[in-house]
């Protein structure tokens, strides 16, 4: 039987943390469509995920990137968080957007450009120092787009010395995590391609060095939950960047592909401990919004992990655990679909108003008032976005 | 026995139609890098296009692409090219780059977007009067991202009349090309995903309505010789957008990531009777040179589409049908091998002394100085790419 | 708002087919894991699909394929059938187990095959007319696993052929249903590899040929969906063949490995009128149960099949159609998933009670005793499989 | 420049494994056909693979398949191997076919299942010791079907448990190669379904551990030379399994799918010295000839892998080095293009006649008489295949 209590518990302390980026602009290479209200800079992006989490309650942790929320002076930028109950997350480095970038960044042929490259990764370090994030996640374009353009291993070698160089100067409570992609923007090779690279080099950096896992970021057929679960069991998962998607890196409200895969990775995440903080999986979104409204899909999208947190704890492990050591194979999925195919909407309401939230996010964002005060506010001025 | 002299006439009487825009800059969602020399503007465009032509002899045919190519005066384009002893060949409509087509174009649920799309199609057909292009290609990113966004159905009820109207407004010696893609910019739902879609709309439109294929727009794993050999016993293929991929519409040089794929395909081509002029396939190339330099990307472009199509045209096809029909599995893969391993380069540097031009047209354009002289005469100004 | 009198009706009179060979043994080309109690012959499969159908009240039709069905008195085994409230359904012709068929069947280059193959197929009519049944379905495995091996184009002209024959001779209330597959057993090509194949024969065809689509048999990254709304459209949708996977055709119970896509299959199902009986849309299982109990798989998977379709009834239609029409992309989706997320099953258990049936079918099968009576009885005696 | 005495030494002392298995029967879950003259026993096996290495030199190792391959004495296999020019090669084992299998062998969560397969892989390590083969080669089809289904980090836990103890009883000379596929015929988890799992687990048994790349065994998309480059600098690449797909795990000729990608792997095994005996990649097939001529296809698969290795031989790897670093994409990918568009069968021609041997494999086969021998010899028995 399901401990009630100890759901809700795990329901009231999980946080997810949302991207600075998910509330500028985005679009693919072939339109980036603008919206009304956008944030201008960083400190409007912390206004509205203020509102995320004002509706969610769940939400107080907000990913910055580095350039496109480059400030002065990060700890004012962090002050400001606090005064509005958020705390600043993971920086994400960039390394793709200058022109010297165009071969690669780490893993560059040339040494000047990889030299650069360092350095930014070396500053987000500072950056870190001073907004007080624990994570510094690096994710790498560095590929190939042609069969000989340059030499595979050669650029494994390059990435090592880079992410040694950096795993250096981590802080005692800092960590590195390192993310993977099957492709895009390279497309014949990537550097860091899939979990096992990642894992390879995190295994020899040492225990600050961790995998994070992209749910759009896979070949077509592969098995998240089964990396979660196999880097669960090594203490090697460091996070999640959450996103749906139905081709490659679609980069979707997490949930609304495929619902009972979220499902399946969370059944894992719990069964493999990873909701106690203490083992530091950090819950994050990682989403474009090119053509929904932004603060209403960031607040769907806590809900949907809200969701298949609230089955994945649903589901009855001793039966399941009987099932399985029995070898009854439809017992066993029955067990676990049972819980997927419980309607937990009026559960996480309930949680909400324990919090003493409005149980309904989508509704307390809209009673808010918020959308229309950011869209005849917010005039003038550069739209946040990809570029800037 | 192959007869070597048709072969050679056939590799002489074959032409590629390069795009303007693969001189222009393009990029993936991530950046765009910019490339010295590009042009400016369309005339320089087709400046670049007269290199290629006159390095390989075979590509006299350049696409448009509006509004990327708008101009004032397209008589005056047509001339222009003309002078540099090239046509103009298909015109692409764009419909994806208006903030009004967010959630679409012709498919669109409000009919004031749809109509102003319409119209931007009908205007494509006026300048194929005046650049006497035959083809008008028809690619359209509608979509949807989420489930339940649109109605499918009503969708396709739009597009269906979108076409019919263009349709109707096509001169006798003119068609509509009709392109599919599986997804991009659409993440959910693409309302021409595959050649079925395009090929069901082709056939209830008429003769002059053909469906085209872009190597690029499949599902990982799709046979594209299939449909190549389908459409052409249908009498149903207008032509290709050739280009190569790893992954999703990764706008490589033709050739790059499959060159046995493109021998497979110009088999069928070959086989169905498409190299023949009367039936009217259009080779054309749709690519992104993201990293490499543009011209010379294009070059090898053109001769990797060669290179496959004089494979092709070795193939000993009685000695093919004789093993195919006695069910002889190897040897009928080995007739078709044996031209695959055949190096046919020395054959098209033979073919290309024969029509005047240099063996080597890798090497003929870098003997011509033209890279210089745009590099250091391109300056000021703003760059083409897909944005204008 | 929905109509739930009207969702129960629908409910009631959806009519689920079940194919013969699931209840006999099936596995990989590693091993066929057999199980006790499965039947010998078809008449045990019609007594333990009357199982099914005792359990579920929506399983009253039974597919044969033939020859794995084969019987001396087809009209013996349809009152064989009838005596237990069951009818037969859709004929699958089977020609690819017959040594002959190792370069394909009607596709095959040698006459004498195709002559064989096409005598089978008119036989599978005969047996139509003893049965009653109203549909064949033909699923060719014909193809290629060499690139060369045989003519893409000329197969496709012997395939024409033997479709026109078979046509010519279905009776006036006989259809042909014609199922596409991506790959397996032929693994470079297959002569019916998508819709948009089926599709272009079944249009010559006529009225009586339709399309099947097979939920396990496309591309990675396919939009089934899609297909099922345009096939619907086009009046050409004759069916369904349920099963799910993960990767290939792994034949697993329908609704196991993506129930979201299940959902929104029903949606468009629901949406173009398919639940309609007079649509003429078979909603049929073709299910491989090699590791799990095969009865209760089978009556797991027409649960699985009907809650999809209470969800995809529950839609609520005239708030979509709004939220459609005015853009706005996240309600839309909202009003589906709202659908999706309710828990139907309280609402299928009553409208089993109103059926005067257990309202949970696995606790019914499970205390009919039947598993333990075909356990204990059905011993001696050559299992049924797909060998024969 | 290439030295090309030195490419013909590399060429001349490669040596490919031939499986015993591919001489025998072979098919789908759908259909196994017969093929005339096909062993009845292993020591026919070993005849045909003689045939093999008599026509093509560089082909005189067999690997064996226990049970498939049992004999009473391994002893005398040897011998009559030995007297026949062959050696003995990798043991693979086999718990995938017993009944007991069904849930899984050394992940089964029956202990005693368990204890029976781990029996199996320790019988396997005392067979080499027998035949002197060096590796042991794991191939688990563990997994599950249906979520829920097991624990996946428990099956982990048994099965680095199993790996450990057999590890463990591996003599010095002696290796242990680690297999991964996808899928098939697990369809939702595999218990080594990636590189990486396998690469974990061989990292922490030790240096006998090692990776096996089966070429056919990744999710579509998947750039198997970055794999092998990694493994390589890594020490952890054990052997190939070649093979060729197009779609899942199709088992191909070799070279039949993508010959670009198999050349793009051998360049990554020149690169990386795993052409270098004392680096002990063993170049395995693992192949299965459904439809076509066993022993032909096996030299046909032979030469694909000498031509793939020629052309990355030929590759001008001061050249490459010089573009690369240059950053030149355009030239470092025509220096790559220059070696794979070379025909090399002139060489390899020529280097078979150094060899004493007939310089066409497949002629010389054919002029044996090989093949009319065993067609009339062989009759009556029990056919070789998968079963037995």
């Keep these: 039987m399901t401990d009630l209590s100890a759901v809700r518990a795990a329901l009231k302390s999980q946080r997810i943390e949302t991207p600075s980026w998910a509330y500028g602009n985005s679009g693919t290479r072939f339109k980036v469509f603008r919206q ?44 400001y968080a606090e005064d509005r109950g958020l705390t600043l997350g993971a920086i ?29 990764l070396l500053d987000c370090v500072d950056i870190m120092d001073a ?63 899939d979990w096992g690279t990642s894992y390879a080099h995190c295994l020899k950096l040492g225990p600050k060095a961790q995998v994070v896992v992209d749910t759009g970021h896979h070949a ?47 059944h894992e995440v719990v069964r493999g401990g990873g909701l106690r903080p203490e083992t530091g999986v950090a819950f994050m979104l990682d989403q474009c919004h090119n ?16 969701e298949a947190t609230a089955k994945a704890l649903l589901v009855d492990a001793d039966a399941l655990a009987a099932a399985q050591s029995a070898g009854d194979v439809l017992e066993a999925n029955a067990v676990l679909m049972d819980a997927y195919n419980t309607d937990v909407r009026p559960l996480l309401a309930s949680v909400r108003e324990e919090l003493g939230l409005h149980p309904d996010p989508m509704a307390a964002y809209r009673a808010s008032g918020w959308q229309q005060q950011i869209t005849t506010g917010r005039v003038g001025g550069e739209q946040a976005g990809w570029g800037a």
Tied chains: 1, 2, 3, 4.
């Design 36 to 79: 009304e209200g956008v944030p201008r800079d960083p400190y409007e992006k912390l206004d509205d995920a203020a509102q995320v989490h004002a509706a969610t309650g769940v939400a107080p942790v907000v990913a910055l990137h580095i350039p496109w929320d480059r400030v002065d002076d990060y700890a004012a930028l962090r002050a």
């Design 92 to 120: 994400n480095s960039n390394v793709f957007q200058d022109d010297d970038y165009k071969l690669g960044s780490v893993t560059n042929p040339d040494p000047a450009v990889r030299r650069k490259a360092l350095g930014h």
């Design 131 to 193: 907004t007080g994030s624990r994570d510094l996640k690096l994710w790498f374009s560095d590929g190939t787009n042609y069969p000989g353009q340059d030499d595979i291993a050669a650029r494994q070698d390059r990435l090592a010395e880079a992410l040694e160089a950096v795993y250096r100067r981590l802080g005692d409570d800092q960590r590195m995590l390192l993310e993977y992609k099957l492709f895009e923007p390279a497309f014949y090779t990537t550097d860091v391609p």
């Design 220 to 266: 077509p057929g592969t098995n998240i939950e089964f990396i979660v679960a196999f880097l669960l069991r090594e203490a090697k998962l460091g996070g999640f960047d959450f996103n749906s998607r139905f081709y490659a890196d679609d980069d979707l409200m997490v949930g609304a592909a495929d619902p009972f895969q979220l499902f399946r990775i969370m």
């Design 291 to 306: 053509i929904e409204a932004k603060i209403p899909a960031i607040i769907r999208s806590v809900m949907n992990v809200q």
